[in-house]
């Protein structure tokens, strides 16, 4: 077991003896271990008792839990209370909003265990009834459940590539080629199905080859005869395979990868005597646009201006520059962390911790900041060719100031401004909070800008074109953070971004040495909104980066 899947099985019982209203100081306990055990940095199912001991929080009662679940992946606890749970409870945990002791009370007083029920009880004026909810936690749970069921089918990048590989493992014995298409050929943050192109000389019997593997199920209704569709192994995202023959087999990746609106404004379907992604281009006269870019918004604008070459990439990086250690709630140490960007070949290291007022993540109090700068000052006395950042990841506090007073702001290289609290705002009140920290002479990059996560939460509503013009006007970078689960700001307004002259940042807001490489994921959606190499942030060298932030 990984430490992830201890840590998510023990957070998983705690939330059910809450759910069922009983151990409440086991659950206290638990969940304090729970929190330490995800910030160790070491391997957890291999720690000896004596070892599990020496981490705050674990005593007799939890390392049995903890030794339980590292070697069966669960324990007699857990399966009980899952036992004694209508399954559907699993279900309401997931809704934002509603903590596990509301879930407990949806069920307990009105009987609800499943999301449908539930958003029924919110649309009919139940849930505001209820003791300690009201109808502005009845309308956001009920737009949260309006927003899984939306997006249920779907998956985030990361997950649909990890999916789609599983997938050509499986097929490639099959078929003499097999390539991924659609939504994920061009990147995209959010993909609804996986579709792949399949090249064989039998099309009518490629179906019986599908069938014939396990953990694909058909779709009879929705196939045809050179095109399977379907599902695999209880995954709910539908999956397309297309059969072709070699002669139309990279015409057809073509035609399936690019959006309709971008196939329009190439004529695709009047073509004749085209055979490739290159040959439709040149059929036309038109510049070559690389799949990513293939969604017919500004494409053949951007083509006029810049070439392919022209855009990011990951050898264009110098460093990054929003990452997070044992300081706050990172798992791998400052050290650990600057020598794997190191090892990466980058020539420059970011810090940027959690700040004070979030407690909830081992935010830095002043005296952490002057040690934290200390071991800094110390660490970059042993290399000549890469340097250590002082950096601040500060919170954007409800009335849009920082979250330090401006002598502790004035010690840092740069600092990161990000929302992390009270994130359920109005146009207005989000806005004004945005603006006033842009405007903040301390400021150098806007965290990611609107909160969203993938697929979980919707982000804040911002006028994203204003946002830019304030970042421009006040020397302010923005984020492109590149983890999977956020991907904000979206790639969409990188166009205008660029148009405005302002800088945006691939940040990996890694929190372990493995999250640093997230940053594969913000060049890969930045090239898909044209992001140009020479307005990359970290793409800049070190001594013009230091002059960017002393610019603030």
């Known amino acids: 077991m990984e430490n992830d899947q201890i840590v998510d099985a023990l957070e998983l019982l705690v939330k059910l003896w809450d759910v069922h209203g009983i151990h409440e100081f086991k ?4 969940s304090f271990a ?24 674990v005593g007799k009662v939890v390392i049995q839990v903890i030794q339980d679940i590292a070697q069966t992946g669960t324990c007699p606890d857990l399966e009980g209370m899952i036992e004694q749970s209508p399954p559907g409870i699993l279900d309401l945990l997931k809704v934002k909003g509603l903590g596990p002791k509301k879930v407990g009370l949806v069920w307990k007083e009105l009987g609800i265990t499943e999301l449908d029920d539930l958003l029924a009880a919110c649309e009919s004026g139940q849930l505001e009834q209820l003791k300690g909810f009201g109808k502005a ?24 590539e990890h999916v789609s590989n599983l997938l050509l493992d499986l097929l490639q014995n099959s078929f003499s080629k097999i390539q991924i298409s659609g939504e994920l050929a061009r990147d995209c943050e959010v993909i609804s199905s996986l579709v792949f192109v399949a090249q064989t000389e039998d099309l009518f019997g490629s179906q019986a080859l599908i069938e014939a593997i396990e953990g694909f199920q058909t779709d009879y209704q929705q196939s045809s005869p050179f095109t399977w569709r379907g599902t695999f192994e209880g995954h709910l995202i539908p999956i397309e395979i297309h059969f072709s023959d070699a002669s139309q087999f990279d015409l057809l990746v073509y035609q399936l990868s690019a959006h309709p609106e971008h196939l329009g404004k190439v004529n695709f379907f009047t073509l004749k005597n085209v055979h490739s992604a290159e040959d439709v281009y040149m059929s036309q006269q038109l510049p070559f646009i690389i799949p990513a870019m293939r969604e017919g918004l500004h494409e053949f604008d951007w083509s006029e201006k810049y070439a392919p070459s022209d855009l990011v990439n990951m050898s264009d990086l110098k460093g990054c520059v929003h990452n997070h250690s044992t300081y706050s709630d990172g ?15 980058l020539t420059y290291f970011g810090i940027a911790d959690h700040s004070q007022y979030a407690a909830y993540a081992g935010g830095l109090k002043e005296e952490d900041v002057l040690r934290q700068h200390a071991e800094i000052d110390e660490l970059n006395k ?9 950096g601040i990841e500060a919170d954007i506090l409800p009335d849009g100031s920082l979250d330090y007073n401006d002598r502790i702001l004035a010690s840092f290289d740069y600092v990161v401004a990000s929302v992390h609290a009270q994130l359920v705002m109005d146009f207005d009140r989000a806005m004004g909070r945005l603006i006033k920290a842009i405007e903040n002479p301390y400021t150098s990059i806007l965290g990611h800008p609107t909160g969203r996560l993938l697929l979980s939460r919707p982000g804040y509503p911002i006028d994203t074109l204003k946002i830019l013009d304030a970042c421009h006007a006040n020397g302010v970078s923005i984020e492109l953070n590149a983890s999977p689960y956020r991907l904000d700001l979206d790639w969409r307004y990188l166009y205008a971004a660029m148009d405005k002259g302002v800088f945006v940042s691939i940040n990996p807001d890694a929190h372990k040495i493995e999250g640093l490489m997230d940053m594969e994921y ?5 090239r898909k909104g044209g992001l140009l190499a020479s307005l990359t942030l970290n793409a800049l060298p070190l001594t013009e980066l230091k002059a960017f932030f002393a610019k603030k």
């Not at 042993?382 to 002082?390: G, M, P, R, S, V």
């Open 27 to 30: 659950s206290k306990n638990l």
């Open 34 to 57: 729970a929190r330490a055990l995800d910030k160790f940095p070491g391997r957890i199912a291999n720690l000896s008792e004596a070892e599990l001991y020496a981490i705050p929080g």
């Open 137 to 160: 936690v009845q309308e956001n749970v009920r737009a949260y459940i309006l927003f899984l069921q939306e997006n249920r089918k779907k998956l985030r990048i990361n997950k649909a």
């Open 331 to 345: 798992k791998n140490t400052l050290l650990e962390m600057a020598e794997a960007c190191r090892a990466m070949g």
């Open 382 to 390: 042993k290399w000549n060719d890469f340097t250590i950042l002082k």
């Open 522 to 526: 913000g060049v890969r959606v930045g």
